[in-house]
């Protein structure tokens, strides 16, 4: 059978270490569409590293780079499953421009689970400076309100593989 021709993007949001990159990369291939990465996307463009942007010309001028790849990739020809960066959806102006133009899917995910994916591999600035279950939980309270206004929240939980929710996103 012919597979379903993605006809928006999809735009994954939710916090670092929700397994937005991943599950983006399964569903992508699920859905025979491309796939990118927002803070791929702002490397490629400035030739740094996410790190290296913030230590050297500040989260805001990040956040207004991000606007303007995330305003690039939710209007390219073709359809693509769009892991945006956690604080992207925070932005205002960002979350208007993803709320209209894209479906979005909030992968909500418990402290825990969390703590521990961010925990193998930490190159990021947010977490940089200190205990990464203190500052996940601040961000927490502090997005997951605005996270909820996605179209659609899917729960990641502790253990179990991102193919799984990647399926869940497109049976609901
Ligand atoms: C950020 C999340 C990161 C990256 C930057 C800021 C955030 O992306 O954009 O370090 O504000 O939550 P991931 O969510 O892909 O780690």
């Known amino acids: 059978a012919a597979r379903p021709r993605l006809l928006r993007p999809v735009a994954l949001v939710g ?6 990159t991943t599950v983006g990369r399964r569903l992508a291939a699920m859905l025979d569409a491309p796939f990118v990465d927002s803070d791929e996307e702002i490397e490629a463009a400035a030739r740094m590293s996410v790190a290296e942007i913030f230590a050297s010309m500040g989260e805001d001028a990040f956040r207004q780079g991000e606007r303007r790849v995330i305003a690039r990739l939710v209007r390219q020809s073709r359809p693509a499953v769009i892991a945006t960066g956690g604080g992207a959806f925070m932005n205002d102006d960002t ?3 993803l709320l209209s133009r894209a479906a979005t899917v909030w992968i909500r995910a418990e402290l825990d689970t969390l703590v521990e994916r961010v925990g193998r591999k930490n190159t990021r ?3 940089a400076g200190g205990d990464p279950r203190r500052v ?9 309100p605005v996270y909820a206004e996605a179209a659609v929240v899917v729960d990641s939980r502790r253990g179990e593989k991102h193919e799984a929710v990647a399926a869940r996103i497109l049976d609901g």
């Open 125 to 127: 600035p947010l977490l």
């Open 15 to 20: 916090l670092m270490g929700a397994g937005k």
């Open 95 to 97: 979350r208007a421009l």
């Open 136 to 144: 996940l939980a601040e961000l927490m309270a502090r997005r997951h």
